[in-house]
C-alpha cells in the first residue's frame, strides 16, 4: 500500500557480482552515444505496454543525450534477422533487459535489479513485471510509465557503473509518492552529472573501439607486406 511517510515502498537497484531536481535541459545526442537493448519478455507482459514502456524510456535517456535502440527478442529462440544480436553482450553498447517474475531472494519492495562486476562491468538488467502489475492495481499509477522508468533506471545503472544511485531523480534507490508523480508529469529524469557520465562512458568506449580497430588494421597490413 502506498504511504505518504517517510517509509520506501518502491526500490531498485544494482547486485555486484560478487557478491536537486532532476529536471535537466535536453543535452543533444548523436550516433556515438547510442546503445543496444535485447529485451526478453519472460514475464509474458502486454506486448503493447512494454512496446510503450520502451518509448518511455527512450525518451528519458534522449533527454540525456543517450540513444537506445530497443529489440524485443522471443523467449524461445527461433531464426530470425535479430536472432544472433538478442544473443550479443559487450559493454557498454549492448545490453541484455529480461522483464522477469519477481526474484525470490529479493526484497519484496524490489522492482528491478542489475548485475556488474566489483570494477563496475555489466550487461544484464532484470525488472520485475508482477510487482508493477500490482503496483498499477493497487494504486492506479500506469504500469507503462513505471515500467518505462524502471528500464531506464536498471539500464543506466549498467552506464554509470558501481554506487551510482543518488539523491534525487531517476537513480534514487527509494521512490516515493513524489517521484511517481514526477514521472507520470515527465519530470523523473536524470540529473546533469549523470548525463555526462553516461555520455562519456559511451564516448571513452567509442574511441577505444577506433583505437583498436585502426591497430588492428595496421598488423594486418603489415602482415600482408611480409608475405611479399
Known amino acids: 500500500m502506498l504511504r505518504k511517510t517517510g517509509s520506501p515502498y518502491l526500490w531498485l537497484g544494482l547486485l555486484l557480482l560478487l557478491p536537486l531536481s ?74 541484455q533487459l529480461r522483464i522477469v517474475p519477481p526474484h525470490p531472494g529479493l526484497s519484496e519492495s524490489s522492482f528491478g535489479v542489475s548485475y556488474m562486476s566489483p570494477e563496475g ?50 537513480m534514487r534507490a527509494h521512490w516515493y509518492l513524489q517521484e511517481l508523480a514526477s514521472a507520470n508529469k515527465r519530470e523523473l529524469l536524470f540529473t546533469p552529472d549523470q548525463a555526462r557520465a553516461m555520455t562519456e562512458r559511451l564516448h571513452e568506449s567509442k574511441q577505444n573501439t577506433e583505437k583498436t580497430s585502426a591497430l588492428g588494421t595496421k598488423v594486418a597490413r603489415t602482415f600482408e607486406g611480409s608475405d611479399k
Not at 529536471?23 to 502486454?46: L, M, W
Not at 536498471?154 to 544511485?165: C, P, W
Open 121 to 170: 562491468i555489466g550487461c544484464y538488467s532484470y525488472v520485475f513485471y508482477q510487482r508493477v502489475a500490482q503496483q498499477h492495481l493497487d494504486n492506479e499509477q500506469s504500469a507503462a510509465v513505471l515500467l518505462g522508468h524502471i528500464m531506464a533506471h536498471e539500464i543506466a545503472h549498467l552506464l554509470l557503473g558501481t554506487n551510482s544511485h543518488s539523491a534525487s531523480g531517476i
Open 22 to 95: 532532476a529536471a535537466t535541459a535536453r543535452i543533444p545526442s548523436s550516433s556515438t552515444n547510442s546503445v543496444s537493448v535485447a529485451v526478453y519478455n519472460d514475464a509474458d507482459a502486454p506486448v503493447h505496454l512494454v512496446v510503450e514502456a520502451e518509448t518511455i524510456a527512450t525518451r528519458v535517456f534522449e533527454q540525456a543525450g543517450v540513444n537506445v535502440r530497443w529489440i524485443n527478442c522471443p523467449v524461445v529462440p527461433r531464426d530470425l534477422p535479430d536472432a544472433a544480436i538478442c544473443r550479443k553482450a559487450v559493454f557498454p553498447t549492448y545490453f
